[in-house]
């Protein structure tokens, strides 16, 4: 669903981005959305990135979900740690 939106610019600003829009034949709407959707897609992917540590980071997408079930995995660690090591 669309809806509108006001920005307030700089004047010397307004005109550039219509010269840009227009070589590059898109709206200054359809920039405008592709610049908040590049932002956010960047803040999200540092946001994941920071809660990562960085050895965990470089492990990321190394065991596919469905080879890999957490539960399991974490109630084994925790029976070795504490009770018995298991074969």
């Not at 307030?8 to 829009?21: G, H, N, P, S």
């Not at 990135?49 to 065991?63: E, F, N």
């Amino acid at each position: 669903m669309d809806a509108k939106l006001t920005l307030r610019l700089d004047a010397d600003i307004i005109e550039r981005v219509k010269i840009y829009a227009s070589k590059h034949q898109k709206s200054i709407s359809a920039l405008t959305e592709e610049l908040y959707k590049s932002l956010l897609s960047k803040t999200l992917e540092n946001y994941d990135s920071d809660i990562r540590s960085p050895v965990a980071g470089k492990y990321k997408g190394v065991i596919s979900s469905a080879d890999f079930e957490a539960d399991t995995q974490k109630a084994h660690f925790l029976w070795e740690k504490h009770l018995v090591k298991l074969p």
